[in-house]
């Protein structure tokens, strides 16, 4: 029961900060996921080192905070049609790493250059899609969107507590995180749908079967990210990827979920949505 109280209370406090970030906009938004950005990477370096793998640790700061940075929905259209700027940032970190391999190799140079895009993709390139979300399709409405995949995850985590701990029978995959059970997965989604229908029935946004349909992605999308870092953690040996968060571990641990959650709900709005 420690471990929930402290498990909610962290949840809690960090909904509310995090709320009180997005809804004055990316002045806020902006410096927070940079700062996310930062600690994450410095949480998925220091599980590198557990386990003696070396990448460019220098060019993972900058090029994550170019690329979050680049994410600003403000920026003017790229002179080259269908590009980003992100994507602009992100060919340059490959051409960078490749060129500095090739001038100073070292020892075990792809293995540097996999596990530094790796990082890329992983923290900062995912935590873009969070300023791209908020102001999708403009900063009012962005607003409420953004909204959606922060209420489901949290609905999601604790619905698939409750279900786990007192329904948890079957593994729902034993090699990866023996904790989750397919009896926690139906719970979090079942919660997480009861609170998306809520929301969109309130603001009339969707009809309730595009509150399942998302529903559905969105929990899926939250447990893929939460066993994507368990494969993560497993693979370099680590139980959690810091101690910044009471109960829940560290900044990895906690935005796991919310990496894959907002990117889903980012191409569900432009697919199924705006692009009636």
């Known amino acids: 029961m420690e471990s929930l109280s402290s498990r909610v209370l962290t949840s809690v406090v960090g909904f509310s900060i995090i709320s009180v970030i997005v809804w004055i906009g990316w002045v806020t938004l902006l410096p927070a996921l940079v700062v996310l950005s930062v600690m994450g990477l410095f949480e998925y370096i220091r599980m590198l080192d557990r386990n003696d793998i070396d990448v460019r640790r220098v060019s993972l700061a900058v090029f994550g905070t170019a690329i979050i940075v680049a994410s600003l929905p403000m920026w003017p259209q790229t002179p080259w049609p269908g590009g980003s700027w992100r994507e602009a940032v992100l060919t340059v970190a490959v051409g960078y790493m490749l060129v500095m391999e090739v001038m100073r190799p070292g020892e075990r140079p792809l293995e540097r250059i996999v596990y530094s895009l790796f990082g890329l993709l992983y923290v900062p390139w995912l935590l873009g899609y969070f300023l791209m979300l908020r102001y999708t399709p403009d900063a009012g409405d962005g607003l409420l969107y953004f909204a959606l995949p922060l209420l489901a995850t949290f609905a999601a985590d604790i619905g698939g507590y409750f ?32 609170i ?40 370099l040996r680590t139980k959690d990827s810091g101690t910044s968060l009471p109960g829940h571990g560290g900044f990895l641990d906690r935005l796991d979920s919310l990496l894959f959650a907002v990117p889903a709900t980012y191409l569900f709005l432009n697919i199924s949505v705006f692009s009636r």
């Open 196 to 235: 998306v229908l809520l929301l969109s029935q309130f603001t009339h946004i969707w009809s309730p079967l595009e509150a399942l349909l998302y529903s559905i992605l969105v929990a899926s999308a939250s447990q893929l990210g939460d066993l994507a870092e368990s494969l993560l953690k497993r693979a």
């Open 163 to 194: 279900g786990g701990y007192f329904f948890g029978r079957r593994k729902l995959a034993p090699e990866i995180s023996p904790a989750k059970t397919v009896e926690g997965a139906i719970g979090g989604f079942a919660f997480s749908f009861l």
